[in-house]
C-alpha cells in the first residue's frame, strides 16, 4: 500500500468516523440524559437522507434543501418526545425497546408509501463537486473533506454547548438529578424535549449530508443504528467524548477493514466491541 | 379456577392441539406449526426475559444458528438423521451461548440489551457476507430429517402432519422442562436474581453462574426452535438471524406476558395469527401491502397499554370473575 493510497483510506475512515459521531452523539446523549433506549435513532438518519433527496430534487439544491429539511426534523423530534417518548421515561427498558421498535416498521413503511423502495442519487452541490489531485491516477473528492470539517464544526459546538454554556450546565444536571433540577425552578420538561430534538437533528443532518455518498434506500437506518450502538457501548453510556473516540476508532478500523481483509470486514467492530467489554466492561469513558 | 384445574390445563390444550391434523389439513396445520416454532422460540426467550430479568435483543442469534447448523450438516441430496442433527444442532447453540454470554453478561440494562444485538448482527454478518452458508442466498435443505429406530421409521417429516406432531411434541417438552427448571431451587433463584441482585449476591449465591446458567439454556432451547424453523422452510438465509426475528419475539413475549411460560404460546397465536391477518390481501387488498404499519402501532400500542400482556388481561378477568363470586 503506497503511501497516497493509504492517505484516501485514512482520510474516509475519519469522514465516516466523524459521520457516526454525528449519530452515536444523539443517542448517547439521550440515553445518558432521559435514559432512554431508541432504537428508532436510525430512522431518523433515513428521514434526513430521504429528506435531503426529495427537498433536493424541488428546490434544484442540496444545501437549500438542506436549509429546509433541519427545521422540519427538530419539529418532528419535539413532537415525538412529546407524544411518545415523554411516556417512557419511567418506564422499563424492555417498554422502551418495545415502543422504539415498533416506531421502525411505522416509519419504515411510511417512507415505503411516501417515497417508495427504489434507491435514489442526490447529486453533490456544484460548489464542492471538485477533486484534489494526490498523484497522477488518485485524487481525492472535496465534498467528503467538506463533511468532515462540518462534522468537526459540529462536534466542537457541541462541546462548547455542553461544557461551556448555562444551558449546558442545566443539561447536565438534569442528567445527574432530574427532581433537584425541577425544584429549583428549571423546566427539566423543557430541556428534555430539547436534547431529544438536537440529538435527531444531528442524526437526521447525518443522513442529509451523507446522502450525496451513500445515496438513499430503504432500510439505510437499521445499518447506521447497530454501528452507532457498538460506538456507545465501546465509548460508554452518556459519554460524547467516548462517542468521539468511538466512532474514530470504528471509522478506521471499518475503512481499513474493507480494503484489506474485506471478507470479515462486517465483523471486525464486533470483534472490538467484545474486547473492550473483556477489558472495560462500562466502556472506555463510561462511570463504571 | 381451582389448582386441579390448572394442573390440567397444559395437557387438556396439548391433546387437543394434537387432534389437530384429524380435522384439517395443509395450510391451518402449517399455520399452527409455525405458531408452535415460535411458541418454543418465545418461551425460550422468557427464561432470560421474564425470570432472569435480562432483555436480550439479540436472540434470533440462536435461532438461527441451529437453522444454519441444519443446513450446513446435512448432505445435500441425502436425509439427515434427526437423532444426532438435532441435539448438535442445540449443542452448538448452547456453546455459542455460553460464549457470548460470558461477554455480555458483564453488562446490565441499556448495555445488555445494545450487546445482545450487536454480537447477533456480528453472526448475521458472517453468514452475509462470507460463503459459509451461501451468503445472501443462504442455503437448501433439499431433503428432510429422517426419524429411524434401526430400519423401522418412526416418523416421515416430509409428510406435514408427522412433522407437527413433532413440532407439538417438542413444544410440550420444553413447556414442562422449563416449568421443572423454572421450580426448582434454580428457578427460584433466578427470579430472587431478577428482583435484587445484590441481596442474592449477599445470601451466597454464585449470581452470574446462575444467569449464565439460564443464558446458555435459553440459547438452547432457542435452538430446538431453529432447527425446526429450518426443516418446515426448507431454507435458510440471513434473514433468519435479522434483528427483526429478535425484534418478533420479543414482542410476542410481552404480548402474551412476559413471566409467566404460557403466555409466551398464547403471545405466539396472537402474534403471528394477527401477522397473517393484517397481511391478507384478500381483506385489504393493497393496504396489505404495507400490513407493517398496522404492526408496528399494534406494537407501540402495546408497550403502552398492555405491559402485562394478554396473560396479565386473562389473570384480570379471572380475578374480577372471582371477586364477584364471593360477592354473591
Not at chain 1, 411516556?87 to 422504539?100: A, C, E, G, S
Request: some cysteine; glycine content about 10%; hydrophobic content about 55%.
Amino acid at each position: 500500500m503506497d503511501f497516497a493510497f493509504f492517505l484516501i483510506q485514512l482520510l474516509n475512515g475519519l469522514q465516516y468516523g466523524l459521520l457516526l459521531f454525528l449519530v452515536a452523539s444523539g443517542l448517547t446523549l439521550i440515553f445518558g440524559i432521559m435514559g432512554i433506549i431508541n432504537l428508532a435513532h436510525g430512522s431518523f438518519y433515513m428521514v434526513g437522507a430521504y429528506l435531503a433527496w426529495s427537498l433536493s430534487a424541488m428546490t434544484g439544491s442540496l444545501t437549500a434543501a438542506i436549509l429546509l429539511a433541519i427545521p422540519l426534523t427538530v419539529i418532528l423530534g419535539m413532537g415525538l418526545e412529546r407524544l411518545l417518548f415523554r411516556h417512557l421515561y419511567q418506564r422499563d427498558h424492555l417498554y422502551q425497546v418495545l415502543l422504539t421498535y415498533g416506531l421502525i416498521l411505522v416509519f419504515e413503511e411510511l417512507r415505503s408509501m411516501i417515497w417508495g423502495d427504489d434507491v435514489h442519487g442526490v447529486a453533490v452541490p456544484e460548489l464542492l463537486n471538485a477533486s484534489i489531485p494526490l498523484t497522477d491516477n488518485l485524487s481525492y473528492p472535496v465534498y467528503r473533506l467538506a463533511i468532515s470539517g462540518v462534522c468537526l464544526l459540529l462536534a466542537a459546538a457541541l462541546y462548547f454547548l455542553i461544557q461551556k454554556t448555562r444551558l449546558g450546565m442545566m443539561i447536565r444536571a438534569g442528567a445527574s438529578n432530574r427532581d433537584m433540577v425541577q425544584s429549583l425552578g428549571i423546566d427539566i420538561k423543557l430541556i428534555y424535549t430539547l436534547v431529544f430534538a438536537l440529538g435527531i437533528a444531528l442524526a437526521a443532518f447525518a443522513g442529509m449530508i451523507n446522502s450525496p455518498l451513500s445515496s438513499v434506500f430503504p432500510n439505510m437506518g437499521s445499518q447506521v443504528l447497530i454501528i452507532c450502538f457498538v460506538v456507545v457501548v465501546i465509548g460508554g453510556i452518556g459519554s460524547v467524548k467516548g462517542a468521539m473516540a468511538a466512532s474514530l476508532m470504528i471509522g478506521l478500523a471499518e475503512t481499513f477493514g474493507q480494503v484489506l481483509v474485506p471478507e470479515v470486514a462486517g465483523t471486525i467492530v464486533y470483534v472490538l466491541m467484545a474486547i473492550v467489554l473483556v477489558w472495560r466492561p462500562e466502556g472506555l469513558f463510561g462511570k463504571g | 379456577m381451582n389448582f386441579r384445574a390448572a394442573d390440567y390445563l397444559p395437557w387438556l390444550v396439548i391433546g387437543l392441539l394434537a387432534l389437530f391434523p384429524l380435522v384439517e389439513s395443509t395450510f391451518y396445520m402449517q399455520l399452527l406449526t409455525k405458531v408452535l416454532i415460535m411458541a418454543i422460540f418465545a418461551m425460550s426467550l422468557d427464561l432470560l426475559v421474564g425470570y432472569t430479568g435480562l432483555v436480550s435483543f439479540g436472540h434470533a442469534a440462536y435461532f438461527g444458528l441451529a437453522g444454519y447448523a441444519l443446513a450446513l450438516m446435512a448432505p445435500q441430496y441425502e436425509a439427515v438423521s434427526l437423532w444426532w442433527s438435532l441435539p448438535a444442532a442445540v449443542g452448538i447453540c448452547a456453546l455459542f451461548a455460553l460464549v457470548t454470554g460470558v461477554l455480555v453478561l458483564r453488562t446490565r440494562g441499556i448495555y445488555f440489551i445494545m450487546v445482545t444485538l450487536a454480537f447477533a448482527q456480528m453472526l448475521f454478518f458472517i453468514f452475509h457476507d462470507t460463503k459459509i452458508g451461501g451468503g445472501s442466498d443462504g442455503i437448501y435443505i433439499y431433503v428432510k430429517p429422517t426419524m429411524k429406530s434401526g430400519e423401522v421409521e418412526l416418523a416421515n417429516l416430509e409428510k406435514i402432519e408427522h412433522f407437527y406432531w413433532l413440532v407439538l411434541a417438542l413444544m410440550a417438552a420444553t413447556f414442562l422442562l422449563l416449568r421443572r427448571v423454572l421450580g426448582s431451587t434454580f428457578g427460584r433463584a433466578l427470579v430472587g436474581i431478577k428482583v435484587n441482585e445484590h441481596r442474592m449476591r449477599a445470601l451466597g449465591f454464585p449470581v452470574f453462574r446462575y444467569q449464565l446458567a439460564s443464558f446458555t439454556l435459553s440459547g438452547a432451547l432457542a435452538g430446538i426452535a431453529g432447527y425446526l424453523a429450518a426443516v418446515q422452510y426448507g431454507f435458510v438465509n440471513p434473514e433468519i438471524l435479522s434483528w427483526h426475528q429478535s425484534g418478533a419475539v420479543l414482542m410476542i413475549v410481552i404480548l402474551g406476558g412476559m413471566g409467566t411460560l404460557y403466555g409466551s404460546v398464547i403471545g405466539a397465536f396472537a402474534f403471528v395469527l394477527l401477522q397473517e391477518i393484517l397481511s391478507n390481501q384478500a381483506w385489504f387488498g393493497a393496504a396489505a401491502k404495507h400490513w407493517q404499519l398496522a404492526l408496528g402501532i399494534f406494537i407501540m400500542l402495546v408497550a403502552l397499554y398492555l405491559p402485562q400482556g394478554l396473560a396479565g388481561l386473562l389473570r384480570q378477568s379471572g380475578r374480577k370473575a372471582a371477586a364477584e363470586t364471593t360477592d354473591e
